[in-house]
């Protein structure tokens, strides 16, 4: 059976760019089908046979599908036994890393993603793709960008989320924060951030996943 793991999705979508660079990273045999978000592909037939969410990221591995990027980064993590990405035998280790995953979505995501999508994606794609209703977006961002400051990067005491190691929530942070590189949100102001930032962007894997994502970020 092919062992090599197949990623469908678009390196526009933050949670695709997570899976991606973990694979680069970790020199995991892959194969990115493309999927356009943009053309709104994950709402086809086919595509709704490899998820019935409709979302992308998806992964085909072992003639199985896995859908959901934090449940594929642990998967990947632990099927390759990548310990210091997500440990399988320390699970208060593994809680650190969890807390961030969990916190991820109300805390980061719902306003990341909804900024990224009023001042980007809908302007160029039209609004069927998100119908963001989040207007506060833009207000509450602030408040999840300082804790992760203040809570997970300790006021600069940790190099990485959890601590002196990169792990998946470092992937999956750092993907959703970079979307905003796009509409040229300033993250020079929160400094312990945007020194994490640039420690991640020193990792390989770095610049391939990111291409799309840079280019937008220089269009304007
Ligand atoms: N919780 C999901 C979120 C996936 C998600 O929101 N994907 C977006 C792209 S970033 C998508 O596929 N949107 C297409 C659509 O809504 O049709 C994950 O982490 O995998």
Redesign the pocket.
């Known amino acids: 059976m092919d062992s090599k793991v197949i990623l469908y999705?678009?390196l526009?979508?933050?949670?695709?760019r997570a899976i991606h660079w973990f694979l680069i990273l970790n020199k995991i045999p892959f194969e990115l089908k493309q999927v356009y978000?943009g053309k709104?592909e994950?709402?086809t037939e086919e595509f709704k046979k490899l998820n019935p969410?409709?979302?992308?990221?998806v992964i085909k591995y072992k003639g199985q599908i896995f859908?959901?990027?934090?449940?594929?980064l642990r998967l990947l993590a632990q099927e390759f036994k990548l310990d210091s990405f997500y440990s399988s035998t320390d699970v208060f280790e593994r809680c650190k890393v969890d807390t961030y995953l969990d916190w991820h979505?109300l805390g980061l995501?719902c306003n990341a993603?909804s900024l990224f999508a009023q001042k980007y994606l809908t302007p160029k794609f039209g609004k069927e793709?998100?119908n963001d209703n989040n207007l506060d977006a833009e207000r509450n961002l602030p408040l999840g960008l300082h804790q992760i400051e203040d809570v997970f990067l300790k006021g600069g005491a940790n190099k990485f989320i959890t601590g002196d190691t990169i792990t998946i929530a470092d992937l999956?942070c750092y993907c959703e924060l970079e979307q905003l590189k796009g509409i040229q949100y300033d993250f020079k102001k929160y400094k312990v951030l945007y020194e994490w930032m640039g420690r991640m962007e020193q990792l390989e894997g770095y610049k391939e996943s990111s291409v799309v994502i840079n280019k937008v970020a220089n269009e304007k």
């Open positions: 999705g678009d526009l979508s933050q949670p695709v978000l709104m994950t709402r969410l409709q979302k992308m990221p859908i959901e990027s934090h449940t594929i979505h995501r993603q793709l998100y999956s």
